[in-house]
Nanobody, 122 residues
Framework: QVQLVESGGGLAQAGGSLRLSCAPS????????MGWFRQAPGKEREFAAA????????FYADSVKGRFTISRDNAKNTVYLQMNSLKPEDSAVYYC???????????????WGQGTQVTVSS
């Protein structure tokens, strides 16, 4: 069973930046689409960003477009989420996920990490 391990969360001030990393186990990392989702307290898990298996296409939620950048390094088995111009409403637990195809629906993603907390202060 694949394990996804997120890192890089923490506390940032509004307008600041954080970079999340996700390192899935297994040799088939490069065959899968990877995504980032987030969940704030009392809210449903929501799509943030995704990238196709070869990095050729990226997708973003409207709420993060222009501020977040998803990327991957298949040689390092790592996917990143660079978060700039952070806002307090970006505060949430961020989850890395893996799937055969990109989807904005969390239920379509088969493997999940444990999540990393991001807190943005105003």
């Amino acid at each position: 069973q694949v394990q996804l391990v997120e890192s890089g969360g923490g506390l940032a001030q509004a307008g600041g930046s954080l970079r999340l990393s996700c390192a899935p186990s297994g040799r088939t990392f490069s065959s899968y689409a990877m995504g980032w989702f987030r969940q704030a307290p009392g809210k449903e898990r929501e799509f943030a960003a995704a990238i196709t298996w070869n990095g050729a296409n990226t997708f973003y939620a409207d709420s993060v477009k222009g501020r977040f950048t998803i990327s991957r390094d298949n040689a390092k088995n790592t996917v990143y989420l660079q978060m700039n111009s952070l806002k307090p409403e970006d505060s949430a637990v961020y989850y890395c996920a893996r799937s055969n195809l990109v989807s904005m629906e969390p239920r379509m993603w088969s493997s999940w990490g444990q999540g990393t907390q991001v807190t943005v202060s105003s």
